[in-house]
């Protein structure tokens, strides 16, 4: 494991799933982690209490990211409570299924202003009080491969993919380093049964024959955000078990 200790993360979308995943990850290593949340404090709380009886250092932020205002004011409280901010993963977002030709111009500004917009404003604001560190935006490999139904959510993960190559470019020379982690299906409780053939046509399409866990997109975060990665940025990092390397022809 990598040591962060003595750093501080801010974790977007920490309540479950991934960003759960990924604020244990980062506490294992050693980091302060501020576990944001929008509306499961529940969630985010046992999040926190986790990583506080494993010895660790963490604390809930409630904030709606979809408000530039809350962006801003949660990055200031998640760097104001260590009293510095080396790590911000832009993890939240939102994944809603509807068909193209019957998406509302509302539909569409609403899930790129959660999964796009929100990253630009967190890393904005970030950047304002990091002297160097690393920026990671959670994209996904559908920001390359769209499914029907989420023309509004693959749009806005291959605008989050560019974005990160284009914060990497202008913020590099004050040494902050902007990544993507693409992943591809993610297990989560019920999933199996809800979408069975979905997981089956996966687990045959994945050369490594299974789906991911949130912990292996956590671990391509610590890598980087640690120093192993400090000549690396601008850089989408695919984790997708190599469904992605899959022929379709």
């Known amino acids: 494991m990598l040591d962060l200790s003595g750093t501080t993360t801010l974790v977007t979308g920490a309540s479950g799933g991934i960003g759960h995943g990924i604020a244990l990850r980062f ?3 050693g980091s302060a982690v501020a576990v944001h949340y929008h509306r499961d404090a529940a969630s985010a709380h046992a999040v926190v209490e986790r990583i506080q009886e494993a010895g660790g250092a963490a604390k ?4 709606d990211l979809t408000d530039d205002a809350e962006c801003r004011r949660l990055v200031a409280a998640a760097a104001a409570w260590t009293g510095r901010l080396d790590t911000l993963v832009n993890n939240a977002g939102v994944q809603p299924i509807e068909p193209l030709p019957e998406m509302s111009a509302q539909s569409w500004r609403a899930v790129l202003d959660a ?4 990253a630009f404003s967190c890393t904005q604001a970030a950047a304002e009080v990091m002297d160097a560190g690393s920026v990671i935006h959670i994209a996904s490999i559908e920001a390359a491969h769209p ?4 023309a509004h959510y693959s749009s806005a993960k291959a605008a989050l993919v560019m974005h990160a190559r284009a914060a990497a470019l ?5 040494g902050l380093r902007v990544n993507a982690v693409s992943p591809g299906l993610i297990e989560r409780p ?3 049964d809800s979408w069975p053939e979905g997981v089956r ?9 299974r789906l991911g866990t949130p912990g292996d997109v956590a671990n391509a975060c610590l890598f980087l955000a640690s120093p192993l990665a400090a000549w690396i940025t601008g850089h989408n990092l695919t984790v997708d078990g190599g ?3 899959r022929p379709t022809w």
């Open 27 to 29: 506490a294992e290593a």
């Open 60 to 63: 809930a932020f409630s904030a």
């Open 115 to 118: 999964n796009l917009t929100s």
């Open 147 to 150: 499914a029907p139904g989420h």
């Open 170 to 174: 202008e913020y590099g020379p004050r």
């Open 190 to 192: 019920g999933l199996g």
């Open 201 to 209: 046509r996966w687990e045959q399409a994945a050369p490594l024959g």
């Open 243 to 245: 469904v992605s390397a």
